[in-house]
């Protein structure tokens, strides 16, 4: 197996997954952004984006996906929640959400608030979608409550998931956490796996300074 990273990306969801599970792999810490910065990355991942998956003859480019087949194909896990389990759907629903609902507008800071030439940035448009981000945070705070864990009382890769779109808010500075979800965080960082994961892309420039 092996990973193409950009230290502070999405590719940090499938590195905390491996670090989680155990498995060897190969880790390639690229600069951001890799079609610019790594010369034949567009043939190796025809998107251009972080992370890349390879293993054996599977590709794969989406962070979460990674993560539910790195659980489903190298299990069985606790890091997976069984169709059996009552809370297998909140379980599948935060995995994905973790990124279509809380990335996205965190996407759209990113570009137009520190991709985008100086000229061609959108203040309103970051404002917009940090207050959706926000908004879409106060709904996860509600659904999370007071619980340790996403889904079935465990660690899980709905858990990384979610984790990763929270460090990325860190990374842009986008404002303080409901309290719940600030207690939440700081049990995520204090994971043994999410440690090795960071200590993997240490010396690694972020992708935003």
Known sequence: MKLWHCAGARSFRPLWCLEELGLDYDLRVMAFPPRFTEPDYLEINPFGTVPTFTDGDTLMTESTGICHYLAERYGPTSLAVQPDEPDYGRYLNWLYQSDATLTFPQTLVLRYGVFEPEERRLPQAVEDYTRWFFSRLKGAAKLLGDSD???????????IGFAYALRLAEILK????????????????ARDGYQRAIAKEAGAALFIS
């Open 149 to 159: 864990y996403i889904a079935a009382g465990r660690f899980t890769i709905a858990d």
């Open 174 to 189: 986008l404002g303080a956490f409901p309290e719940n979800v600030a207690a939440y965080w700081a049990r995520m960082q």
